[in-house]
């Protein structure tokens, strides 16, 4: 089910969904995800922090997203669509076409729009919040340097 969520500080509706989708799911704080993601472009080479080259190596690597896999054929010969996948997996970002949405693990999807129509691409299974920031503590210090990492 849709749940119109908007993490942003300000309440804004901007092309954010990266970053909206990375706090929801890791449960860390908006602002401290929009800084990692731009520092993050330093190790992935990416020239933006929405860029495909960045989002998901920061989700695999940052987050400990466990791929899914392609979703080509994960449900019985066609890919899922975002509403029928929040309804069967657990806390995850989702793929879709130009879109990253979170899924809560409770069967509802959670955005500023419902894109529960559209198709999944790629699916990471996100561990919970103190893995990913005992984690990111250890192995990314530069990432994290200057940053509480709390909780939303």
Request: glycine letters at 8%.
């Amino acid at each position: 089910m849709f749940k119109f969520t908007n993490p942003h500080p300000q309440g804004k509706r901007v092309g954010d969904c990266v970053k909206r989708a990375c706090c929801l799911a890791s449960e860390i704080n908006y602002h401290d995800i929009a800084i990692m993601l731009n520092r993050f472009k330093a190790i992935s080479g990416a020239k933006s922090f929405n860029a495909k080259d960045n989002d998901r190596p920061f989700v695999e690597k940052v987050l400990l997203g466990k791929n899914q896999g392609n979703m080509q054929y994960a449900n019985n010969g066609h890919r899922y669509i975002v509403s029928d996948y929040a309804n069967v997996c657990g806390k995850s970002i989702v793929m879709v076409a130009k879109h990253l949405v979170c899924c809560n693990g409770k069967g509802d999807y959670l955005d500023t729009w419902d894109c529960g129509w559209k198709s999944i691409y790629r699916a990471f299974a996100i561990p919970p919040y103190e893995i990913i920031v005992n984690h990111i503590r250890k192995n990314y210090p530069k990432l994290c340097k200057g940053l509480s990492l709390e909780r939303i």
